[in-house]
């Protein structure tokens, strides 16, 4: 995930599968919403030579230079729905936990939320939503995470980007358009700067806690709070958490919780 020199041969970095892999709900065991998701797994302290000889060639492997330990590695699990999900979970757990892999405090776990096979992309009711709904329940999404993600500059909360009067002011106007969420994300109306922004991967509006610059560059919501995980249960808690989500505000969305809360 960060660009930096190592020594590492190039045999251990390979690019994940742009594939998606259709499941159907009812094979699925535990991952019952049909929605595509990818998962980016960050571990440390492994054989990267057995990771690389047994991890499935559609899962992709990088070094993350953010990592404290050796042979730091973030493995990329391709856009997946219900069953396919479960399945290419449960086998790069358990290949990372067989070649040595570990987490430590340093490291985390990001979800994305596909946005290009729904309709998602050109809804700005529907990606607005999910922001405001965000931003009013993040204190309990911190909450319920170690210390270490709560103050991670990797994800921070959105109030430290998109500020509480600001928030408010939006959801008392119309419904900001895509490219008015974009300048709002980027804090500017430059379209020139604004394109520069969405063309660097390390843009320092990546590092939230919900990520927006990864839906106006590669069409998917990523989630960054999550501490590392090579639990494959907790992988997919985490998982039905958002879908569950993502489903309540494309449904039944209710302006009025979100401002109770």
């Given at each position: 995930?960060?660009?930096?020199?190592?020594?590492?041969?190039?045999?251990?970095?390979?690019?994940?599968?742009?594939?998606?892999?259709?499941?159907?709900?009812n094979?699925?065991?535990?991952?019952?919403i049909?929605w595509?998701?990818?998962?980016?797994?960050?571990?440390?302290?492994?054989?990267?030579?057995?990771?690389?000889?047994?991890?499935?060639?559609?899962?992709?492997?990088?070094?993350?230079?953010?990592?404290?330990?050796?042979?730091?590695?973030?493995?990329?699990?391709?856009?997946?729905?219900?069953?396919?999900?479960?399945?290419?979970?449960?086998?790069?757990?358990?290949?990372?936990r067989n070649?040595?892999?570990?987490?430590?405090?340093?490291?985390?776990?990001?979800?994305?939320?596909?946005?290009?096979?729904?309709?998602?992309?050109?809804?700005?009711?529907?990606?607005?939503?999910?922001?405001?709904?965000?931003?009013?329940?993040?204190?309990?999404?911190?909450?319920m995470?170690?210390?270490?993600?709560?103050?991670?500059?990797?994800?921070?909360?959105?109030?430290?980007?998109?500020?509480?009067?600001?928030?408010l002011?939006?959801?008392?106007?119309?419904?900001?358009?895509?490219?008015?969420?974009?300048e709002?994300?980027?804090?500017?109306r430059?379209?020139?700067?604004?394109?520069?922004?969405?063309n660097?991967?390390w843009d320092t509006?990546?590092?939230?806690?919900?990520?927006?610059?990864?839906?106006?560059t590669?069409?998917?919501?990523?989630?960054?709070?999550?501490?590392?995980?090579?639990?494959?249960?907790?992988?997919?808690?985490?998982?039905n958490?958002?879908?569950?989500?993502?489903?309540?505000?494309?449904?039944?969305?209710?302006?009025n919780?979100?401002?109770?809360?």
């Open positions: 995930e960060h660009a930096c020199k190592v020594d590492e041969p190039r045999h251990l970095f390979r690019e994940v599968s742009s594939s998606f892999y259709k499941g159907k709900p094979l699925a065991k535990e991952i019952k049909p595509f998701v990818g998962i980016e797994l960050e571990a440390v302290n492994g054989d990267a030579e057995i990771l690389n000889a047994k991890l499935d060639r559609k899962v992709g492997m990088d070094h993350d230079g953010s990592l404290q330990g050796r042979a730091p590695k973030e493995m990329q699990l391709p856009p997946s729905s219900n069953e396919k999900l479960e399945q290419v979970i449960r086998h790069t757990t358990r290949i990372a070649a040595g892999y570990k987490v430590n405090k340093t490291c985390g776990m990001h979800i994305h939320l596909d946005a290009t096979t729904n309709s998602m992309m050109n809804d700005h009711n529907l990606v607005f939503r999910l922001l405001s709904t965000y931003y009013a329940i993040e204190p309990v999404i911190f909450a995470l170690p210390k270490s993600r709560r103050n991670n500059k990797y994800a921070l909360p959105l109030k430290s980007w998109i500020g509480e009067a600001k928030m002011q939006m959801t008392r106007r119309p419904v900001p358009t895509i490219n008015e969420l974009r709002i994300w980027y804090k500017t430059d379209a020139g700067n604004i394109n520069v922004f969405r660097n991967k509006s990546r590092y939230h806690g919900f990520n927006l610059h990864a839906l106006f590669r069409g998917t919501i990523e989630m960054r709070y999550f501490n590392g995980t090579l639990n494959r249960d907790k992988i997919i808690n985490w998982i958490f958002h879908l569950t989500i993502f489903v309540w505000v494309r449904d039944h969305f209710d302006q919780v979100i401002d109770a809360i």
